[in-house]
C-alpha cells in the first residue's frame, strides 16, 4: 500500500501567488516525520521543511510552510508569492522512527509546478 | 561547505561491466545512504550505513555493493551492470537526532546501461 500519496502530477501557478501541494500519508507508527524536497530540473534534491509528529505548530521556512493535519495524516506544503524559480518537481517523503535502523525515508511520486510570469 | 559530492554525474555503461559511483560527504554525518530514482517508482533505498564498518540492506540491494572504511565515503558498487539498472542515483546523509535538518542529497548520477 503507497504511503505517501500525491495526488496532483501537475499543477500550474501565477508569479506572486500562493499554491499548495497536497500530501497524504499513511503510517501506524505514532512517531514519524514528514519532508519537502525540491527537485528542479538541474536534478539535485533540495531539502525544503520538516515536520515531526509531535509538533504542536506548522512548520514554516521563509516562504514555505507546511500545513500538518494529523488527524487528516496530510501534510500540505504551501509556497507563498510564487517565483519563477520555484518551478520543479516537489516531493512528499516520510520517516516512520520506529521501523527500525534504516532511517528510510518513504517518498510520494511528485508534483510538477510551472510557475507562469 | 561542499556537503554531499558524487561523481561521476553522468555515466554509460554496457551489461556485463562494473563500476563505482562515488559519495563523499564533509559533514561528519555518521548515517549515509543510496537510493535510486526511476518515473513511476519514486525514490528507493539501496543500502545504507550507520557509521564507518556498518552498512545494511535497503529495499533494492539486488546487483549493488557497498562499503564504509571511513566516515567520509561510502561508494556504490554495480558488480555487473543490467539495463534494469539505468536509474538516476542519489548519495543522501544525516546526523543523528537533527532531523529538522533533513537528509542532505549530492547531486546525482544519471547511469545508463545498454
Known amino acids: 500500500a503507497q504511503k505517501i500519496t500525491q495526488t496532483q502530477p501537475g499543477m500550474f501557478v501565477q508569479e506572486k501567488e500562493a499554491v499548495t501541494l497536497d500530501c497524504t500519508y499513511d503510517?501506524?507508527?505514532?512517531?514519524?516525520?514528514l519532508f519537502w524536497y525540491k527537485q528542479p530540473s538541474s536534478g539535485e534534491m533540495i531539502f525544503l521543511i520538516y515536520?515531526?509528529?509531535?509538533d504542536q505548530q506548522n512548520a514554516t521556512e521563509g516562504r514555505y510552510s507546511l500545513n500538518f493535519q494529523k488527524a487528516r495524516k496530510s501534510a500540505n506544503l504551501v509556497i507563498s508569492a510564487s517565483q519563477l524559480g520555484d518551478s520543479a518537481m516537489y516531493f512528499c517523503?516520510?520517516?516512520?522512527?520506529?521501523?527500525?535502523?534504516?532511517?528510510?525515508?518513504?517518498w510520494g511520486l511528485g508534483t510538477s509546478l510551472a510557475v507562469n510570469p | 561547505n561542499a556537503g554531499v559530492t558524487q561523481t561521476p554525474k553522468f555515466q554509460v555503461l554496457k551489461t556485463g561491466q562494473s563500476m563505482t559511483l562515488q559519495c563523499a560527504q564533509d559533514?561528519?554525518?555518521?548515517?549515509m545512504s543510496w537510493y535510486r530514482q526511476d518515473p513511476g517508482m519514486g525514490l528507493r533505498l539501496i543500502h545504507y550505513?550507520?557509521?564507518?564498518?556498518?552498512?545494511d540492506q535497503g529495499e533494492v540491494p539486488n546487483g549493488y555493493n557497498v562499503s564504509r572504511s571511513t566516515t567520509e565515503d561510502f561508494p556504490l558498487r554495480l558488480l555487473s551492470a543490467a539495463p534494469s539498472q539505468t536509474s538516476v542515483y542519489f548519495c543522501?546523509?544525516?546526523?543523528?537526532?537533527?532531523?529538522?535538518?533533513?537528509?542532505?542529497f549530492g547531486s546525482g548520477t544519471r547511469l545508463t546501461v545498454v
Open positions: 515536520q515531526g509528529s509531535y
Open positions: 550505513s550507520v557509521g564507518a564498518g556498518i552498512t
Open positions: 543522501a546523509s544525516s546526523v543523528t537526532g537533527a532531523f529538522r535538518y533533513g537528509y542532505t
Open positions: 517523503a516520510m520517516r516512520e522512527y520506529n521501523a527500525g535502523n534504516n532511517r528510510k525515508l518513504i
Open positions: 503510517t501506524s507508527d505514532p512517531s514519524y516525520g
Open positions: 559533514m561528519n554525518h555518521e548515517y
